[in-house]
């Protein structure tokens, strides 16, 4: 029996250049604060609204129809706080918060429309992963340096969603746009 093939996939957004720059200039920021770890390489920076995980092509064809089916107007959000997820006090994960009501809007619409196909997504974060921590010696001070750094509320505008295949490798991820879906006018 062959097993077929299998694509890990997720759906997201990705952010207009003045977005790029700004997480750049804060990734810079919190690198004066020894970690080990790596940055999120800026042209992988996006906004995950729903991970697929490993998906036969046949089920990414219905996934295709489906998201094709979506109706959305274009939105703007904004860059929000930044702050940490950590995991027995231990911190795993820098991140800066992305505000707008239609993004909340835009991922229950997803999920809603992949019900049949993929579980609901149980704990939605809007958020903008851009390190991710192995390791930090003193992690007192690393978190007040985060807490220091102060993110410019950045307002910009979307336009579409993507879903992506992402391929696992040794120096990092690296994403191929699948299908782009594109959002109405207002």
């Known amino acids: ?25 804060i990734q810079e920021l919190l690198q004066k604060t020894k970690f080990t770890g790596k940055t999120t390489e800026l042209e ?22 489906k998201l094709s089916q979506i ?10 706080e930044i702050g ?47 390190a991710r921590i192995k390791y930090v010696k003193d992690k007192i001070n690393f978190e007040k340096h985060v807490k220091t750094i102060k993110v410019k509320p950045l307002k910009f505008s979307l336009s579409s969603f993507k879903l992506k295949s992402s391929e696992l490798k040794t120096l990092g991820p690296v994403y191929e746009t699948i299908e782009e879906y594109i959002l109405s006018r207002p």
């Open 84 to 130: 940490l997820f950590s995991y027995r006090k231990n911190p795993r994960i820098v991140w800066i918060k992305v505000s707008g009501k239609s993004v909340f809007e835009l991922q229950s619409l997803i999920d809603s429309s992949l019900k049949e196909d993929l579980e609901k997504e149980e704990r939605f974060m809007s958020h903008l992963t851009i």
């Open 44 to 65: 992988n920076l996006h906004l995950t609204l729903k991970f697929l995980g490993e998906v036969s092509t046949e089920k990414l064809e219905k996934i295709k129809e």
């Open 71 to 80: 109706k959305f107007n274009k939105f703007e959000a904004h860059l929000s």
């Open 1 to 25: 029996m062959e097993t077929e093939d299998k694509i890990r996939t997720f759906i997201c957004i990705d952010f207009p250049e003045e977005v790029v720059k700004e997480v750049a200039r």
